[in-house]
């Protein structure tokens, strides 16, 4: 039996956190129950690691499951201190970071276990929004473990080994193991959107560390700030060729061409992700319709057109962002909503989080409308009538109910080809261009694309201080 001191647990522990900044706490402990010979059974530290260290210099708090003792089992011990943990970071306000490897709620203990483990999701809900919570799986999370990343704030597998699932996929209806792995990472990353990522333990590592670095330590620190070595007023010169990729845009605007994305393989059509304006952490929500290898080569497209995937993940980002103080900047390329059966089932509620989540934030909120923002998916995607400070605009730009020529098509349904063409053009001056928005106050300003960095750096700058009065109620319902 392992001693708990030199096995996975502990070397994931030392490749996360600074070199010999991990500081143990509980490592005494042991399981309590002596039901079923469990007292004739070594459990150190009853499965779970736990315990603080350092982040680039940054606190956080740790704790990491061992397989090797019980299958890494969830006991009433082993709960009650990742509770401990969690009430240390609260003290401190520092994030928690959970490395998971679990065979499931340990047997032998039943409802002690149980009652133990319904602690550590109360504990999880509490600190939501006031400490970045942060899980990785390496090993089996099933069942009621499954919850633990899933309220986390960010969540990550490791690409080989990590099964992630509420039901085995044998025990789907109609599925087996062999024609759907429901449970491997890749298929919990790109279809229920609970992954940020997917990789090798090292990569993984590096992912968190990079969230760890980007991020406040907590609700109480207004935003997060560091030094800029970047040009301000640096030119991006080339965004007009890229611009269907808003993961090239915000990283070519960003702070030293940083640019943390979240939930990278879920609903590519809508990008989120962290970038740096003048060192200040920034939250950015995007519609895609284009993505890029490294080469510049173009993988795959999309229409621009918001779905239901895609609404939902915008809402929890900004919703998290709102959290921690964090301003928020939507690049927007939306003509519409994807027209299929299944996004019809969901759209219309995903629709209504994404228009709540961007209306209630209090945080500063800057649009940049890229190409095209047309009809109620304008609105949806941070229009200054749904709160926007600022709203930006790239001198092509089109906004408006719809496309001209299909305007002029059901307006003038019936006439010549040549009449709707005139219409069209008209439409287009009076109601589709964005001088039109511009004029009625809609748009704040049109900005040649070399110049988006520096305007964007303005806003945020500006708005850094704004307060917002909320009104005097418990919590909205969406």
Not at 350 to 360: D, E
């Amino acid at each position: 039996m392992s001693n708990g001191k030199d096995n996975s647990a502990m070397t994931r522990i030392a490749k996360l956190v600074d070199e010999n900044s991990f500081m143990e706490i509980g490592s005494l402990v042991t399981a309590r129950s002596t039901d079923f010979n469990l007292a004739k059974t070594d459990t150190p530290s009853d499965g779970v690691i736990t315990g603080h260290g350092l982040i680039d210099g940054k606190l956080v708090f740790v704790y990491s499951q061992d397989a090797s003792v019980l299958g890494g089992t969830v006991g009433e011990m082993h709960a009650k201190k990742i509770v401990a943990v969690y009430d240390m970071a609260l003290k401190m306000g520092a994030p928690v970071i959970g490395l998971l490897d679990c065979a499931g709620i340990r047997l032998q203990e039943s409802v002690d276990a149980l009652e133990a483990f319904g602690a550590v999701y109360a504990k999880q809900a509490a600190a939501s929004g006031i400490i970045p919570q942060i899980s990785a799986v390496f090993g089996t999370c099933g069942g009621g473990l499954a919850v633990v990343p899933a309220l986390s704030d960010f969540a990550f597998a490791e690409s080989e080994q990590a099964k992630l699932f509420i039901n085995s996929p044998n025990a789907i209806d109609g599925n087996r193991i062999d024609k759907c792995d429901s449970s491997a990472a890749a298929f919990q990353s790109a279809e229920t959107g609970t992954l940020d990522a997917v990789g090798s333990e090292d990569e993984i590592f590096v992912k968190i560390r990079e969230l760890v670095s980007i991020l406040p330590s907590n609700n109480a620190e207004g935003g997060h700030m560091d030094e800029c070595a970047d040009e301000l007023n640096r030119a991006c010169a080339s965004l007009d060729t890229m611009k269907g990729d808003p993961r090239y845009i915000l990283s070519e605007i960003s702070d030293g061409h940083v640019f943390v994305e979240v939930k990278a393989d879920f609903a590519k059509e809508m990008t989120a992700g962290f970038i740096r304006l003048d060192g200040i952490t920034v939250g950015a929500v995007a519609n895609c319709t284009t993505l890029h290898d490294p080469q510049g080569n173009v993988t795959e497209t999309f229409d621009a057109a918001l779905s239901a995937r895609g609404c939902n993940k915008a809402a929890e980002f900004i919703t998290f962002c709102d959290a921690f103080d964090i301003p928020v900047i939507s690049l927007t390329n939306a003509a519409g909503f994807r027209a299929t059966m299944c996004s019809e089932k969901n759209l219309a509620k995903a629709l209504a989080r994404l228009t709540y989540a961007f209306a209630n934030a209090g945080v500063p909120k800057v649009n940049l409308i890229m190409e095209q923002a047309y009809g109620s998916a304008y609105a949806v995607m941070n229009a200054k009538s749904l709160g926007a400070d600022l709203v930006y605009a790239w001198p092509d730009a089109k906004v408006g109910m719809m496309d001209a020529s299909m305007a002029a098509k059901i307006m003038y349904a019936g006439e010549s080809a040549d009449v709707i063409s005139q219409k069209a053009v008209e439409y287009d001056a009076l109601q589709g261009s964005i001088n039109a928005a511009a004029a009625r106050g809609y748009i704040d300003r049109i900005v040649d694309y070399p110049d988006t960095r520096r305007y964007l750096i303005a806003a945020i700058e500006m708005l850094y201080t704004k307060r917002v009065d909320q009104p005097n109620k418990k919590h909205g319902t969406k």
